[in-house]
């Protein structure tokens, strides 16, 4: 079974950039996060989706970010424009529903480093 | 307000000796899920182990065990027999009613050969 997939693994941009983050879950899970984990640090939760429904939205800065899930299954991520605060790494990560539901499934993660 | 704390930065033990990792969290919650996550060097993060708060037996995965002290709201890891493998930054992290996860900022073991 193939894990969570999330692409490109890294990207170096100019500062007032745009940049996507792309994120395929594990086939079935319907829960979706977005976290973004700055270095030496823990995760910190921007979005979660359940199927195409952001429920949990609270920490992601509109101004800037942005992120979809049509259909349910894939997302991205959207930052536009990038400022040098917003280097780290995006992780996603899916869950299913049931008695799994609260263990989460992570991808490699997005490395940005802005410039 | 919910959080995990996790008060040793870094740790580094020999191969093949026992560790533990402490985390402490705060809550009013009496059901919830606590866990902790490795994550090895520029590598994806992955679970350890899962601990259910109504479940007073703590939970084990082969080298991998907890302390769970409810009362004390304390849930360590206790690493034996430690690998090389075993080196990563591990993160406690704790599962909010509105299933948003508290993370702890991260423990980075080093095991020395």
């Known amino acids: 079974e193939a894990g969570v997939v999330q692409s490109p693994r890294y990207k170096i941009i100019e500062k007032k950039q745009p940049v996507a983050f792309w994120c395929n879950p594990i086939?079935?899970?319907?829960?979706l996060y977005w976290y973004r984990q700055n270095l030496g640090q823990g995760p910190e939760l921007l979005i979660r989706?359940?199927?195409?429904?952001?429920?949990?939205d609270s920490q992601l800065p509109k101004d800037r970010f942005s992120a979809e899930r049509l259909k349910g299954v894939d997302s991205t991520l959207k930052i536009q424009p990038a400022e040098l605060g917003d280097s780290a790494v995006y992780l996603c990560?899916?869950?299913?529903?049931?008695?799994?539901?609260?263990?989460?499934?992570f991808g490699a993660g997005s490395r940005l480093t802005v410039l | 307000a919910q959080t995990v704390t996790q008060s040793q930065p870094e740790m580094s033990v020999q191969e093949a000796e026992t560790v533990t990792l402490s985390c402490t969290y705060d809550?009013?919650?009496?059901?919830?899920?606590l866990f902790w996550y490795k994550q090895p060097p520029s590598r994806q993060m992955i679970l350890v182990i899962r601990?259910?708060?109504?479940k007073q037996q703590n939970a084990t995965e082969n080298r991998f065990s907890v302390n769970f002290q409810k009362a004390a709201k304390s849930f360590s890891l206790k690493i034996s027999d430690s690998q090389l493998g075993d080196t990563a930054m591990y993160f406690c992290?704790?599962?909010?009613?509105?299933?948003?996860?508290?993370w702890g900022a991260g423990t980075k073991l080093i095991i020395k050969p």
């Open positions: 992290a704790f599962l909010h009613s509105n299933y948003q996860l508290i």
């Open positions: 809550t009013s919650e009496n059901n919830y899920y």
């Open positions: 601990q259910e708060a109504y």
């Open positions: 086939s079935g899970h319907n829960t």
């Open positions: 989706y359940e199927n195409e429904e952001a429920v949990d």
């Open positions: 990560a899916s869950s299913p529903r049931g008695i799994g539901a609260n263990v989460l499934t």
